[in-house]
């Protein structure tokens, strides 16, 4: 990684559900750290590629990860 500014892909899992998919990507900051990316990725009403995504760092994993059990018992 050395020279660039490219996060390094540590792994990767994709979820296809229903019509949308799903990427988990686990990638090394430039710093050493490990982070998860989680995309979304679908084609809108006019077929349009549409995308979201956010970022979570390892230290705010344990709540995320509680709190998606915790909204689970709502659907």
């Not at 019509?19 to 710093?31: G, P, R």
Request: net charge positive.
């Amino acid at each position: 990684m050395e020279g660039n500014n490219i996060p390094e892909k540590v792994h990767s899992q994709m979820l296809r559900a229903g019509s949308q998919n799903y990427f988990f990507d686990v990638k090394k900051s430039t710093k050493g750290n490990n982070y998860l990316t989680i995309a979304q990725s679908y084609k809108d009403k006019n077929g349009q590629s549409v995308v979201n995504r956010i970022m979570l760092f390892k230290e705010h994993f344990p709540d995320f990860s509680k709190t998606l059990t915790e909204i689970e018992n709502y659907l």
